[in-house]
C-alpha cells in the first residue's frame, strides 16, 4: 500500500469534523441497498484506526434498521451522515467520499456495490477495515 496521507471532512453545517488517512489512491463504494441508493451515498471503508473525530460527537444522531448492527451517524443540525460503522466492517468506518473537503482532487475508483443483495455479497468488502 502507498504512504498515507490525512484528509479532512465534516457535515455541511460543520458542526461535525473528523480527519481520515488515505492512500494516493482508492476504492469508493457505491451502493444500490435501500439507505445508500435513496441518499446517494458513496463511501470509502477504512479501518476504524485511520478515522479519527475531531469534534461534534454530541451533535450526531444514529439510525439504525433492519439488524441493527449498521450504526447511521448524521449531524443533528444539518442532516448530513458524513460517516458511519458500517454492517460490512463493523470494525471499520465508512466515510462518505464527498465529505471530504476535497473529495473532487482525490484519485479515486468508483465500485458499484450490489447491496440490494447484501447477504451474496458483504464478503467482498470484509477486507476494507483491515489495516
Not at 445508500?36 to 479519527?52: E, L, Q, W
Not at 463493523?90 to 440490494?116: E, K, M, S, Y
Request: proline residues 3%.
Amino acid at each position: 500500500m502507498s504512504e498515507l496521507k490525512t484528509h479532512s471532512g465534516g457535515c455541511h453545517c460543520g458542526a461535525v469534523r473528523w480527519e481520515v488517512d488515505l492512500p494516493d489512491a482508492f476504492e469508493v463504494e457505491d451502493c444500490n441497498c435501500s439507505i445508500c441508493a435513496m441518499s446517494g451515498n458513496i463511501h470509502i471503508i477504512v479501518p476504524s484506526s485511520r478515522f479519527r473525530l475531531l469534534q461534534g460527537n454530541d451533535n450526531l444522531a444514529e439510525y439504525t434498521f433492519n439488524t441493527g448492527a449498521a450504526k447511521h451517524l448524521f449531524c443533528k443540525t444539518c442532516g448530513v451522515k458524513s460517516f458511519y460503522i458500517p454492517r460490512s466492517n463493523p470494525d471499520g468506518v465508512a466515510v462518505t467520499w464527498r465529505c471530504i473537503d476535497d473529495w473532487q482532487d482525490l484519485n479515486a475508483t468508483v465500485n458499484r456495490f450490489d447491496g440490494q443483495n447484501w447477504e451474496q455479497h458483504a464478503h467482498t468488502l470484509a477486507h476494507k477495515s483491515k489495516a
